[in-house]
């Protein structure tokens, strides 16, 4: 890895696990001082269509949107910064029962 | 704390008027540390609505109904489908065809006689759903869609109804204790109203997990017992089995909630 590059780990839920598919893991390479917003511009890039933007994007409060455990409504939002080693989550609502 | 002896428990049940065999029937969960006959009598004296009774609301009822709640009134429209099969465990092939809450009803008074059931063959709306919540202590959500769940929520924030949230999809399941003026409410989780899937994945361990934890949240709510998962929404990922807690505070522009006077602490 490059020194002035960071690496997470995100891991999807549900129905967006679904569109990555598998167990639904991700490894981003991201330059040093990222945020999430960095992270979400990096999946558009790489996943394109694939991906429904407006699920993820911090456009839908419904998506919870965690660092480490820590939902990013309580850190920075999308300015929050990520470092090397972070987990990020996206889980979205579920409804079955 | 005091453990308790049996016959503290015999002479108190006594005067409380817990009969030989329901001392008998509970008496593993009366041997728990701090639940005793007064918890006992608690989940005696409480009325549970449990609004369906799928994947979810088979085990959360099976619980209810054995740990002995003094009524448990069901609600849901649907009949038995094959299809049910691999996870509403409440049922049988003889099921097949019957109204669930009917089938449901004889199942659970034959586990437990001690306790009154009734059996509500609708679909909840805005039309019945005060009447549905009438009288009762505590609600269990094991609905299968948002649309029902947030006329349910938005009916308990404003009786001031304990609401416990139970989702599941595929392998995955979703709780959180909601506590009118307490925590955040299930519009505070879930600000947009979602788009519904019908017939979604569902590996049949899951509801039954995600249901014995709405019974068990339950059971904390109307005993006291235990710190229920208020402010707390619990992801569990079956796939690697992982159980993650996160912290969902209160919306302040919350549409439904904010009008409810905040009990913070």
Request: charged share 25%; glycine share 10%; hydrophobic share 40%.
């Amino acid at each position: 890895m490059e020194e002035d590059s960071l690496k997470v780990i995100i891991r999807t839920f549900a129905t967006l696990r679904e569109i990555f598919g598998g167990t639904g893991v991700l490894y981003l390479e991201l330059p040093e001082g990222s945020t999430i917003e960095d992270l979400l511009r990096e999946l558009r890039k790489q996943y394109g269509s694939k991906l429904d933007v407006g699920r993820l994007v911090g456009e839908n409060p419904n998506v919870k949107i965690l660092v480490n455990g820590r939902e990013i409504t309580y850190l920075d939002g999308l300015g929050t910064r990520l470092r090397d080693g972070d987990s990020v989550a996206f889980i979205p609502p579920v409804a079955g029962g | 704390m005091e453990i308790q002896s049996p016959s503290y428990h015999r002479s108190l049940a006594d005067k409380l008027n817990l009969s030989s065999e329901e001392l008998e029937r509970y008496d593993r969960q009366l041997r728990l540390l701090g639940f005793g006959v007064e918890s006992q009598l608690k989940l005696k004296r409480s009325r549970v609505l449990v609004v369906g009774v799928g994947g979810l609301g088979s085990v959360a009822t099976l619980y209810l109904a054995s740990a002995g709640v003094g009524l448990l009134r069901m609600v849901d429209y649907g009949d038995v489908e094959l299809s049910n099969l691999n996870r509403q465990i409440l049922y049988t092939m003889i099921d097949l065809g019957r109204p669930k809450v009917e089938s449901a009803a004889k199942h659970l008074q034959k586990l437990n006689p001690e306790i009154k059931i009734e059996a509500i063959r609708e679909r909840l709306t805005e039309e019945n759903v005060e009447e549905l919540l009438s009288g009762v202590d505590l609600v269990v959500d094991c609905l299968d869609n948002f649309r029902t769940r947030f006329i349910l929520n938005d009916a308990c924030v404003e009786h001031g109804k304990p609401l416990i949230h139970g989702a599941i999809y595929g392998a995955e399941g979703r709780l959180m204790t909601i506590i009118p003026g307490k925590g955040p409410c299930l519009r505070c989780l879930i600000p947009r109203e979602p788009a519904e899937h019908d017939k979604i994945p569902v590996l049949g361990p899951l509801p039954g997990i995600v249901g014995a934890l709405e019974a068990l949240e339950a059971i904390k709510v109307i005993t006291g017992l235990g710190e229920p998962a208020i402010g707390k929404l619990i992801v569990i990922d079956g796939m690697d089995l992982s159980f993650y807690t996160i912290e969902i505070r209160r919306n302040p522009d919350c549409p439904v909630c904010r009008k409810i006077k905040i009990e913070e602490g």
